[in-house]
């Protein structure tokens, strides 16, 4: 599966650049699929949003 913005590596970018002093705890990562808002916040929780598409549908099988 081909993924053009992905929120989990957003969120591990923003806390990374922000741990280090980089950026502030709420910024915007730019990516090919996007703009993912992000915002660190004090109680270590973090806050994101953006657009969402569906890149996958299907179902599952199981035999039994």
Do not use: H
Not at 33 to 46: A, H, L
């Amino acid at each position: 599966v081909y993924k053009r913005q992905s929120g989990t590596c957003s969120v591990a970018a923003a806390v990374a650049a922000a741990y280090t002093d980089q950026t502030e705890r709420a910024v915007s990562v730019k990516s090919p699929g996007g703009v993912t808002n992000t915002v660190w916040r004090e109680d270590w929780e973090m806050m994101i949003s953006g657009r969402a598409d569906l890149v996958f549908c299907g179902e599952w099988f199981v035999d039994v």
